[in-house]
């Protein structure tokens, strides 16, 4: 059932990190690969490693804020693989920022690579599966902020909030067509993005103490539930949020 043999996945914001942690788990399941992200040595890189592991890999610049790189990519991957069956919106940042000293410019630019680039990737990924008629798999990254009140993230967890929302949205529009459509909500896991909270010895501690695994999460812990979302083992499993925290959130 988790057999990915014949699949191409893309992935967003898959050359480091969580996504080139998904993308790992779905090149060992058989997948071959799509990098969409806009650092070009890093997609390099990542393509080299995800080669090894013997899936067949394109990696493209693109800004997932742009509608115009959405569609370049969307058209270059499927001039490679001529079909997508596996889409993870993963693309994303966070900046911490005071809420009442924050500009309109700063919310909007985060807004439009979070929300608006998961709006343009899913819309774009799924006009093509609709064509195909024969379902797909479309995974959007969130994250625990938005269970919890981020006084210095408010922007970052109201993008991921939205992200959420508009993911139930879209399975129920999408059933029909047998794509579903899920969210993954990580909890603290180790990334470049994750470095300044990781040495913050106060918060690590506070994180460590909250975590019953007692240890931070890795990108390999995403390996298995990227996995499972792409498969047909979670065929009628849509709507849905997944938590992947070690029991922060609960505890």
């Not at 060992?28 to 040595?41: H, P, Q, V």
């Not at 680039?117 to 797909?136: I, K, S, W, Y």
């Not at 913050?200 to 975590?211: D, F, M």
Request: charged share 20%.
């Amino acid at each position: 059932m988790f057999d990915l043999s014949g699949r191409v996945a893309v992935v967003t914001g898959g050359n480091g990190g969580i996504g080139l942690g998904m993308a790992r788990g779905l090149a060992k399941a058989g997948a071959d690969l799509a990098i969409w992200a806009r650092n070009e040595s890093k997609n390099a890189e990542a393509q080299r490693e995800l080669e090894a592991l013997g899936a067949s890999v394109i990696a493209l610049r693109c800004d997932v804020s742009s509608e115009q790189d959405i569609a370049g990519a969307m058209s270059a991957t499927l001039e490679r693989f001529g079909h997508v069956e596996v889409c993870i919106a993963n693309a994303g940042y966070g900046a911490a920022a005071d809420p009442m000293k924050l500009s309109l410019e700063r919310w909007r630019e985060l807004m439009s690579v979070n929300l608006e680039g998961t709006f343009l990737t899913f819309r774009e990924v799924a006009r093509h599966m609709m064509d195909r008629e024969q379902g797909g798999k479309l995974i959007a990254i969130s994250s625990i902020s938005v269970l919890f009140g981020a006084p210095l993230q408010a922007h970052y967890a109201a993008s991921k909030g939205g992200m959420e929302a508009f993911v139930r949205s879209m399975a129920i529009r999408l059933g029909r067509h047998g794509i579903c459509v899920n969210a993954i909500e990580p909890g603290w896991i180790t990334t470049d993005a994750t470095t300044g909270a990781l040495e913050h010895e106060a918060l690590n501690q506070a994180i460590l103490r909250r975590t019953p695994f007692r240890r931070w999460g890795t990108p390999e812990d995403l390996e298995g539930i990227a996995v499972y979302l792409a498969s047909s083992a979670s065929d009628f499993h849509t709507g849905d949020t997944i938590r992947i925290d070690g029991g922060y959130s609960v505890f």
